[in-house]
T-cell receptor, first 111, second 114 residues
């Protein structure tokens, strides 16, 4: 059973701070890693993809991958109240279209 | 480009009725996924298609659920008969091709079975 684990939160951070969201996965064959943002009552929206070890930056978002530790994280710099949402980690094994989603971490950015 | 389109956006029905949910994937995308999301179980994959062919339906909860993809631009998820425990948000997602695993979600259908 492939598992993706996330702390459900809520994770509360003050506006302007760095929010750090973490995810671990069980399948060592996993090759593709994604972060989705889901606002309440809306659908998941892809915000970051990462495929190799290290950091990938896109604006205020940085995804970090450590395959040896089976760990992927998302950093949000200069957090804004509009970043308040649930963040879903998703993982898949190379060659398979299917992804496994974590249950999500709820982020609250306090003004 | 238009995103994934789902209809209806909301559906309220009585137990025992048939429910049909519809999805139009992004043009040019070859894979289509049906998910169900509840507070208790999170986001669950029900079934996915590649080039209109069902590849994995292991997540379909029981025989009351069926899905079809008659062509590249249309898919349906049917529940017959519906039960209150089927109440959830049903999402459709699509992605482009093998080698690209980024999925794009539709707005979802909120189903309530009374």
């Amino acid at each position: 059973q492939k598992e993706v684990e996330q702390n459900s939160g809520p994770l509360s951070v003050p506006e302007g701070a760095i929010a750090s969201l973490n995810c671990t996965y069980s399948d060592r064959g996993s090759q593709s890693f994604f972060w989705y943002r889901q606002y309440s009552g809306k659908s998941p929206e892809l915000i970051m993809s990462i495929y190799s070890n290290g950091d990938k930056e896109d604006g205020r978002f940085t995804a970090q991958l450590n395959k040896a530790s089976q760990y992927v994280s998302l950093l949000i710099r200069d957090s804004q109240p509009s970043d308040s949402a649930t963040y879903l980690c998703a993982v898949n094994e190379w060659g398979y279209q299917k992804v496994t989603f974590g249950t999500g971490t709820k982020l609250q950015v306090i003004p | 480009d238009a995103g994934v389109i789902q209809s209806p956006r909301h559906e309220v029905t009585e137990m025992g009725q048939e429910v049909t949910l519809r999805c139009k994937p992004i043009s040019g995308h070859n894979s289509l996924f049906w998910y169900r999301q509840t507070m208790m179980r999170g986001l669950e994959l029900l079934i996915y298609f590649n080039n209109n062919v069902p590849i994995d339906d292991s997540g379909m909860p029981e025989d009351r659920f069926s899905a079809k993809m008659p062509n590249a631009s249309f898919s349906t998820l049917k529940i017959q008969p519906s039960e209150p425990r089927d109440s959830a948000v049903y999402f459709c997602a699509s992605n482009k091709d093998r080698g690209s695993y980024e999925q794009y979600f539709g707005p979802g259908t909120r189903l309530t079975v009374t």
